[in-house]
């Protein structure tokens, strides 16, 4: 499955982020639609900015917007994170599983139109996947799949029960944890405190259910590594971009270098 985005940083741009952005942390948002949440939007958008400046104050951060949000902009969990996430500063990726035209058909309702509209337009990233409603769960499953992809925390909106179809919430959770990407999960049906689900550094994925029955509380702490790996990630990207660089101006003064006759080699 093929995406377009906007494209990639410059080399300049990705040393100013080196020095900027110590982390440079991404956010994939997963979670159910308005049908599955229990808590009002103002109590969960609450939740998430709570989240957002946890991870600021982590990764030692000026301001949000040294975060990215990656959302998927589906009405309820999705959209209201992104909304949240702008509120706060942070960047937004736009990441949807369908052209745009054909995503709004699969909302149950028709104000949430020119909602994702808006939430689309003020993205500074947009993704659009090239799945088809011929197949929808297939899209919704590489949608959550590339959320993965781009995530260094996951943030879901989760009620803690099991999935009701392909692509859904508890699916791409554990895939997460198979990934040991670390969860911050705000209950869907109640509110209260967001909590960490995260599987040991050793021995098998345990399963989505056993883990959700053990939660850990959120603690500055849990993020601190994950900040570490990120910046090592974005040093690696300048070096290997500075190098390219590098090697491709060197080819072009060895090409344009002239003789002893005058002429260029």
Wanted: glycine content about 10%; overall charge positive; charged content about 25%.
């Amino acid at each position: 499955m093929t995406s377009r985005s906007m494209p990639p940083q410059s080399s300049a741009a990705a040393r100013d982020a080196v020095g900027k952005l110590p982390a440079g942390l991404r956010v994939g948002i997963t979670g159910h639609r308005r049908h599955r949440l229990r808590v009002p939007d103002d109590a969960l958008m609450q939740r998430i900015l709570d989240v957002i400046e946890l991870l600021r104050r982590a990764g030692k951060l000026r301001s949000a917007g040294h975060i990215r949000i990656v959302s998927a902009l589906a009405e309820g969990a999705d959209e209201i994170a992104a909304r949240a996430a702008l509120g706060a500063g942070c960047h937004l990726t736009a990441l949807v599983p369908f052209r745009p035209k054909d995503y709004e058909t699969t909302f149950s309702s028709r104000g949430h139109t020119a909602v994702f509209r808006d939430l689309l337009r003020k993205a500074d990233e947009r993704v659009i996947l090239s799945g088809s409603l011929r197949d929808a769960n297939a899209g919704y499953v590489a949608a959550g799949l590339e959320t993965l992809n781009r995530s260094d925390v996951v943030l879901t909106v989760w009620d803690g029960a099991p999935a009701q179809g392909r692509g859904g919430t508890p699916e791409i959770l554990q895939c997460a944890l198979e990934r040991r990407l670390p969860i911050i999960w705000i209950d869907a049906t109640k509110d209260r405190a967001p909590c960490l689900l995260q599987r040991s550094a050793f021995g098998p994925c345990p399963r989505l259910a056993n883990i959700a029955q053990r939660p850990q509380g959120l603690h500055l702490r849990h993020f601190k590594s994950v900040f570490g790996h990120r910046r090592s990630q974005i040093a690696a990207l300048c070096r290997a971009s500075l190098t390219h660089r590098g090697t491709e101006e060197s080819k072009f003064r060895g090409a344009r270098e002239p003789d002893g006759r005058g002429q260029p080699r």
